[in-house]
């Protein structure tokens, strides 16, 4: 077993007991495996000055050379041949520019098999089949955007009886389907299994606020559940309170916030992070989060927001070990309410780095435009 397969494979994701020694090792070999499978990428290795054998301690993982996943928009950078890539996706919607990844058979195993270890560890995975409502778009050959991929396989964590989505494939493009979601989940509320909402906060806002205008209350099945993804604030511009959400989804589903889940990820950084019912994003002990200056990237304290950089050993593939989104966070590790002991990190916003278009926001003007 590989030392990345040891780190993944553990069944509590944030226990850290002799997790630092072994996150090490794994960062030095992915990081020796990407090199030598990139000539380009050894090159950024050397122009930095960065060797994995620096890799002494966990401060020594700031000096890896971050890559902006705006480098991924506009670059192809694969440490593998191209015929060896399993999966491939893109990390906007249908237009825009997109990054384009690529897993190979290995990556795609070991972080599967950490998801759904994270999934069951937070009791998401159920044995019981569900009717799903997909909060996004339906996958198509035309679009190969993660955000599709990571709904459709969301979905495969309870068997899935059937499936419905907000935005439906035409052929060519997708067309909004919001009286057809609404349809079927008044068709799902006769039945006796649960209903799972998956995907966009904003196609889940406007949902709820049909229900609300039309008078409509519903006590779904026991162990239905809500599994979002995505920003907040990309309906029409308008900021989507969390509270106020949660609120409409127990009084027109009854579904209680206990099963109300909040996921944040990245195409360029493929792993998953749930929201406690404090408000914080815990991190794995296969993942680290450094928060860097938006000018000169040095690494912030504690507690001071800056661009959020995230650190794993989990692919092969591609040079992915350390990413900078164009998120704006900050970094804790004040013991939490909620019991989680592992350090976290909360979004306050996006960087607004001119020409990033998200899924999220292209869903969002949808909406808009309907």
Known sequence: MSLRSRLFSRRDPYARDGAEELFLAAMRETLEKNAAGSDKYAEILRREGFSP??????????????????????????????????????????????????????????GFGALRRFFRFHRVTSIIPTNDIVLGYEPAKHNRAGAVKTAYLTTKFAPALRREYA???????????????????????????????????????????????EGISLALPARSAVLLGGGWKEFSGESVDRAEMLELIEARLGIKKERCFEFFSAVEHPLAYLKCACGHFHIPAYSRVIIRDTETLEPLPEGEAGLLNFITPLVSSMPLCSVITDDIAIFGTA??????????????ARSGVSGIKTCAAEAGERLVDR
């Open 53 to 110: 054998e620096m890799l002494k301690t966990e401060g020594d993982l700031a000096k890896i050379p971050p890559i902006p996943t705006l480098y991924f928009k506009r670059n192809r950078l694969f440490c593998v041949p191209e015929r060896k890539l399993i999966v491939r996706a893109a990390s906007s919607g249908t237009s825009g520019n997109a990054s384009e990844v690529g897993f190979d058979l290995s990556s795609l195993l070991i």
């Open 167 to 213: 935005l439906k494939d035409n052929g060519a493009g997708y067309d909004i389907n919001i009286d057809g979601i609404r349809k079927a989940l008044l068709g799902y509320a006769k039945s006796p299994f649960p209903v799972r909402f998956v995907g966009f906060p904003s196609y889940m806002f406007f949902l709820l606020k049909t229900l609300e205008k």
């Open 335 to 348: 013991p939490c309410p909620c019991g989680n002991p592992a350090p976290y990190f909360d979004l306050l």
